[in-house]
């Protein structure tokens, strides 16, 4: 912006109100060019304050908000982003992916996306060793080495680790959550850390019920985080953790085995892929335990369990991810993305990408939002 041009709209307008009620409804591209305007803006627009109030301003930031944007990742640690308009989601899909040229200093490391949270992506490796905090919009990210906090006992018959990342709003806080299952002999035991990036350090909680196994990494719904959990005193359970007060709580609800979760329009949602299930597949959408809508799946949605309910756009359609199955064999992209047309009759289902199984697919919202530890308030 020439200094004519910025004196001009000073004539009318204030810094603080160019920055407050016009800067932070922009799109986070133009707001990064906008830092060389000054010094000043520079620094105001790279603070955590001004990243917030832009976040709170997009139209896609509330979680009951429609899906604009998917972030894929495959299992090369090669992420792509799609920017669709609902109202003309492309014949062809792949024309709408755009690679992201990052590199996340890892080696030969199999990355797994394990959260997604207000632009902040969490990235884990097979062995735990550290975690890694990334902004796609910004292309900035920080790794939190896990300082030895997992180390497994050597005696262990076996271990399982499951995850989960979220931001609890109460405490203006991110929180990556480990939690470690180890069985040595007869005997099960759990281990769970957290990490604040408040704090920027690693702390152990001890209230967990040592008898139950989660699956998958956790999502996010509310400031809390769930997971499917496993127990042989009681069978399938939902499991809870309140990211803000760093409380496990256990949720019974009505599961078939092959049952999985997703979360749908800001909800929780629980949707079954057996074969052997009699009768209607269903999408369950809860506010747990009391599910309060169900939808009837269109023939044809291959579900198993990698599958993934990824959220509604704007017209009622939602996208989901199956595995792929037809005359063609092809067993190098054995997965699908898909959108289905809840307001068609019968319900239509199409088939958007197909790739490889080990990629995972997630809404993703724009923003500014630091990967770094939270800075401390200055002292006044």
Known sequence: MSEIKKKQLHSYLSDDLIIQEILTRLPVKSVLRFKSVSKQWYSTLSSSDFANAHLIKSPFSHPSAPVNTLLIMNHYNCCYLSYDDDDQISGNF???????????????????????????????P??????????????????YPSHGYFKCPDDANHVSITCGFGYASSVDD?????????VQ????????????????RWRKIDHFHDHLVPYRPGLLVSDKL???AYSKQAGYLLVSFDLAVER??????????????????????KCNY???FTGDKLLHIMEPP??????????????????????????????VTGSFSDETRDFVHRRTLGIVDTCTKPMQYRVLLRFNKFSKIVRYVPSLVSPFPIEKPSEA
Not at 126 to 143: Q, S
Not at 185 to 198: V, Y
Request: hydrophobic share 40%.
């Open 94 to 124: 792949e024309d709408n992916l755009v690679k992201l040229d990052v590199n996340f200093g890892v080696g030969k490391d199999h990355l797994r996306l394990t959260g997604c949270c207000n632009g902040l992506v969490c990235l884990t």
């Open 126 to 143: 097979a062995l735990d060793e550290y975690f890694i905090i990334w902004n796609p919009a910004t292309r900035k990210l920080h790794k």
């Open 174 to 182: 991110y929180k990556y959550v480990e939690i470690l299952s180890v």
């Open 185 to 200: 002999g007869n005997t099960r035991s759990t281990i769970i850390h957290i990490f604040s990036l408040r704090e920027n």
């Open 226 to 228: 769930y997971w499917k």
């Open 248 to 269: 496990f709580d256990v949720i019974n609800v009505d599961w078939d085995k092959s049952d999985f979760l997703g979360v749908m329009g800001g909800c929780l949602s």
């Open 274 to 276: 057996s074969e052997t």
């Open 290 to 319: 009391v599910i309060v809508k169900s939808i009837v799946l269109p023939e044809g949605l291959k579900l198993d369990w990698f599958s993934q309910m990824i959220g509604f756009t704007k017209t009622d359609k939602f996208f």
